[in-house]
């Protein structure tokens, strides 16, 4: 069992970057394939990255392609979601999320564990 906290999210202009991290503050995520999700208001939450356990695959909704890119530094037990050329298309609460068994990274249901997600909120 895992416990997730994400870092402080915040305001950033159109254009800009930002990189949250996950951390487990209880047990290690290094057997785990972990996923970036987010929800904006009025929305489901979706899909956004997601990388293999050992870090050899990763997986990117076509919304975030080419501007997002997922990491993972086993050893420090966290995960990384870096965004660039962020638009108010990106404003949402991003959660990191896990799961034990590898395939079906896109549905948000076959993960096990779920941090308190974090605010990114993108100004045009």
């Known amino acids: 069992q895992v416990q997730l906290v994400e870092s402080r999210g915040g305001l950033v202009q159109a254009g800009g970057s930002l990189r949250l991290s996950c951390a487990a503050s209880?047990?290690?995520?290094?057997?785990?394939?972990m996923g970036w999700f987010r929800q904006a208001p009025g929305k489901e939450r979706e899909f956004v990255a997601a990388?293999?356990?050992?870090?050899?695959?990763?997986y990117y909704a076509d919304s975030v392609k080419g501007r997002f890119a997922i990491s993972r530094d086993n050893a420090k037990n966290s995960v990384y979601l870096q965004m660039n050329s962020l638009n108010a298309d990106d404003t949402a609460v991003y959660y990191c999320?896990?799961?034990?068994?590898?395939?079906?990274?896109?549905?948000?249901?076959?993960?096990?564990?779920w941090g308190q997600g974090t605010q990114v909120t993108v100004s045009s």
């Open positions: 990388i293999s356990w050992l870090g050899d695959s990763t």
């Open positions: 209880a047990g290690t995520l290094s057997n785990y394939n």
């Open positions: 999320a896990a799961k034990l068994r590898p395939g079906d990274y896109y549905s948000d249901y076959k993960y096990d564990y």
